[in-house]
Each structure stands twice: as C-alpha cells, then as structure tokens.
C-alpha cells in the first residue's frame, strides 16, 4: 500500500487548507484512516481518525473544532479539511491506514503511513 498526501501549501493564520491522501489499492476495507503530524523538533502527534465506514472520528483536543475528517472508499481517499489555522499547526503532515477498524489515536495501531505534506501557517 502506498499513500501520498497532497495540499499543502503556505497559508495565513485564519486560512483554510484541504489535505487529501489517495491510496495505491483499496484500504478502505475495515481501516481506520488517520492524520498525524510533526513540527521541527517535535514527536509525531495525533490529529484526527475516522472509522473505516466513516461512522465514527476521533480529534486531537487541539484541532478539535477548527479540523474535520472524512473518507471516500470509493476514491480509497482520505481529506482533512483544516480552517481557523494557527501558527502552531505548522507540520508535515501525514495520512496512515491503521490495522483497525475504529477510529484510534494510537501511532502503533497504524501500519502504514504516506509521505508528508508541509504546512506552514504565517502569523
């Protein structure tokens, strides 16, 4: 399974960006899909996890809000549409199947993770 995040981009605190991550086969069958993300000089951390039918989320308390979750298991796509940016979501971001089917913030419940995409948020 490969993944590969797009929409990244510079934005100014208060903007809106959409992330997409299309996968290389289906993975949408009973898969959580999930967003993490890493600041320079900071531990990868969780953003956001939706159930495999899409049924159920989970957000970190951070985004909570102001990001939103879903998936296409047709398109075997994940989004996450991100408003009200801060300075502090400036990351790579990253998309990641977990070996779940629940909705989990749990790094070690996901197998496997696309390449990031940056995101600068200007103050």
């Known amino acids: 399974v490969q993944l590969q995040a797009s929409g990244g981009g510079l934005v100014q605190a208060g903007g809106s960006l959409r992330l997409s991550c299309a996968a290389s086969k289906r993975t949408g069958s009973n898969n959580a899909l999930g967003w993490f993300r890493q600041a320079p000089g900071r531990e990868r951390e969780f953003v956001a996890s939706i159930s495999w039918r899409g049924q159920s989320t989970v957000y970190a308390d951070s985004v909570k809000g102001r990001f939103t979750i879903s998936r296409d298991n047709v398109k075997d796509t994940v989004y996450l549409q991100m408003g009200s940016l801060k300075p502090e979501d400036t990351a790579v971001y990253y998309c990641?199947?977990?070996?779940?089917?629940?909705?989990?913030?749990?790094?070690?419940?996901?197998?496997?993770w696309g390449r990031g995409t940056l995101v600068t948020v200007s103050s």
């Open positions: 990641a199947v977990s070996g779940y089917s629940m909705a989990t913030s749990r790094l070690e419940s996901y197998n496997y």
